[in-house]
């Protein structure tokens, strides 16, 4: 993990103050660091308890999914958070096949089933999502941002 | 990060009353799905969950709610979940699974 006290770089604009890596392996029991750190960086922010546990949310998805679609054991995906002037942006990339998220059916929640409430839950918890699958159809990057003081 | 589960059958109402503790995600739901269809292969009946130390969950636990569900729907048991915190809430009523558990709260 690292901080970066200094302005990292202007980017359309945005103001970006500080960045903190976090790279994870494609394990089940590391998304809670994931979660923690996200607490952390979110408290010190000064978003509220409710905003706090829609990012955890939000951050567990991404992680879920990355673990779900990776390389494997061996491999790690990487978590990037982007402390901007008046929001929280965090960015997910994995090395894994990607999926077409065009193709991600909207669930039907009149007939639950087990899977594919991730990505659903991200876009309604988030106030921007975009996905990308990296070059050679290989890995995906998913961004998302959280206004602060909105709700 | 760990997930509490205590079981107990409750002869009068006769259902499992389940107490979780702790956070249901994608580390702690097999062992929490593994628990509860133990329990069921033991005596299929209703299930009440109590969610008062329930801190959090994600898709991947409301998954293991609904496959729950569905092995007991089949036998015509309900599953029944209550006193949960509202973080706990707001995913049931974004996913819209808060009209297909029954949710009980007590104030």
Same mark, same amino acid.
Request: some cysteine.
């Given at each position: 993990?690292?901080?970066n006290?200094?302005?990292?770089?202007?980017?359309?604009?945005?103001?970006?103050?500080?960045?903190?890596?976090?790279?994870?392996?494609?394990?089940?029991?590391?998304?809670?660091?994931?979660?923690?750190?996200?607490?952390?960086?979110?408290?010190?922010?000064?978003?509220?308890?409710?905003?706090?546990?829609?990012?955890?949310?939000?951050?567990?998805?991404?992680?879920?999914?990355?673990?779900?679609?990776?390389?494997?054991?061996?491999?790690?995906?990487?978590?990037?958070?982007?402390?901007?002037?008046?929001?929280?942006?965090?960015?997910?990339?994995?090395?894994?096949?990607?999926?077409?998220?065009?193709?991600?059916?909207?669930?039907?929640?009149?007939?639950?089933?087990?899977?594919g409430?991730?990505?659903?839950?991200?876009?309604t918890?988030?106030?921007?999502?975009?996905?990308?699958?990296?070059?050679?159809?290989?890995?995906?990057?998913?961004?998302?941002?959280?206004?602060?003081?909105?709700? | 990060?760990?997930?509490?589960?205590?079981?107990?059958?409750?002869?009068?109402?006769?259902?499992?009353?389940?107490?979780?503790?702790?956070?249901?995600? $994608?580390?702690?739901?097999? @062992?929490?799905?593994?628990?509860?269809?133990? *329990? !069921?292969?033991?005596?299929?009946? /209703?299930?009440?969950?109590?969610?008062?130390?329930?801190?959090?969950?994600?898709?991947?636990g409301?998954?293991?709610?609904?496959?729950?569900?569905?092995?007991?729907?089949?036998?015509?048991? $309900?599953?029944?979940?209550? @006193?949960?915190?509202?973080?706990?809430?707001? *995913? !049931?009523?974004?996913?819209?699974? /808060?009209?297909i558990?029954?949710?009980?709260?007590?104030?």
């Open positions: 993990m690292k901080g006290n200094t302005i990292y770089k202007e980017e359309n604009n945005v103001e970006v103050r500080d960045i903190i890596s976090l790279n994870l392996p494609n394990a089940p029991e590391y998304v809670s660091i994931a979660r923690l750190t996200l607490s952390g960086i979110a408290s010190r922010m000064g978003f509220n308890i409710e905003d706090i546990e829609d990012l955890k949310v939000a951050v567990a998805e991404a992680c879920t999914n990355a673990i779900k679609h990776g390389c494997g054991k061996d491999r790690n995906y990487s978590i990037e958070f982007l402390v901007l002037k008046d929001k929280l942006r965090i960015e997910i990339i994995d090395g894994g096949k990607g999926f077409d998220y065009k193709k991600v059916k909207e669930p039907d929640l009149t007939k639950p089933r087990e899977g409430l991730g990505l659903y839950i991200i876009k918890l988030m106030d921007e999502v975009q996905i990308f699958n990296n070059q050679k159809n290989c890995g995906t990057r998913i961004i998302m941002s959280k206004n602060l003081g909105e709700s | 990060m760990i997930l509490n589960i205590k079981d107990q059958f409750d002869e009068e109402k006769g259902r499992w009353l389940i107490e979780l503790e702790g956070e249901a995600d $994608v580390y702690t739901v097999n @062992n929490f799905k593994e628990r509860m269809h133990q *329990l !069921l292969d033991e005596k299929m009946a /209703d299930v009440e969950i109590d969610g008062t130390s329930l801190q959090y969950i994600d898709s991947i409301l998954g293991a709610l609904i496959g729950l569900r569905g092995r007991m729907a089949d036998q015509e048991k $309900v599953l029944i979940i209550k @006193n949960i915190q509202p973080n706990v809430r707001k *995913l !049931l009523n974004i996913t819209g699974l /808060d009209k558990f029954i949710i009980e709260q007590e104030d």
